[in-house]
């Protein structure tokens, strides 16, 4: 195995480590999600009462939720793909079509997205952003923030696979890197 090859490995080990963890973290709001709502609707049609706070911290932790774990979603395979031909690829093919999709796709529009989103996060860092509902959450401009959690994770774990997927090109039959390989060293 040559030095690169080892090299490359190690970064995708460290990379896949990271958004697993990250994301094994990040799925433990969904239970504060859920009790959150269940307080929501208690208090509206329980209690006919209604709290502004309590409903914008709902759209804050569903927001956490789904804004950073996009790349453990990528790093799963969860994200939409037309799999009618993909899945009778051989190893390789299917390294070369990942390869291309990671640097023609997803890194662009990654970076594309943080490009155009840093002015826009910015901005509500100047001002301190705060809701604009009386009684509602102060920190508008860390919700925003997530923005570029979401390019960075992203992009982070697209390098990931961008680099399986030359793996899978220069190596299609020999130890390619696999997510199924990972999760069983972890």
Not at 28 to 50: H, T
Not at 133 to 144: H, I, R, S, W
Not at 149 to 173: M, R, S, Y
Request: charged fraction near 15%; include cysteine.
């Amino acid at each position: 195995m040559s030095a690169l090859l080892r090299s490359s490995r190690r970064i995708v080990h460290f990379i896949d480590s990271f958004t697993e963890t990250f994301g094994r973290v990040i799925s433990w709001l969904n239970i504060a999600l859920m009790l959150s709502v269940f307080a929501v609707v208690l208090l509206r049609y329980v209690l006919n009462m209604g709290s502004i706070a309590l409903q914008e911290l709902a759209i804050y932790i569903h927001a956490i939720i789904f804004l950073s774990a996009c790349g453990y979603t990528l790093r799963h395979n969860g994200h939409v793909r037309v799999d009618i031909f993909y899945r009778r690829f051989s190893p390789r093919t299917r390294g070369i079509v990942d390869s291309l999709g990671s640097i023609l796709f997803l890194l662009p529009v990654c970076l594309f997205i943080g490009f155009i989103s840093w002015d826009y996060v910015d901005r509500a860092w100047d001002i301190r952003e705060t809701s604009h509902d009386p009684g509602g959450l102060p920190a508008v401009y860390l919700l925003k923030s997530l923005i570029l959690v979401l390019v960075a994770t992203l992009v982070l774990q697209g390098v990931a696979e961008f680099l399986k997927a030359v793996d899978a090109i220069v190596n299609p039959q020999q130890n390619s890197i696999s997510n199924n390989e990972l999760e069983e060293a972890a």
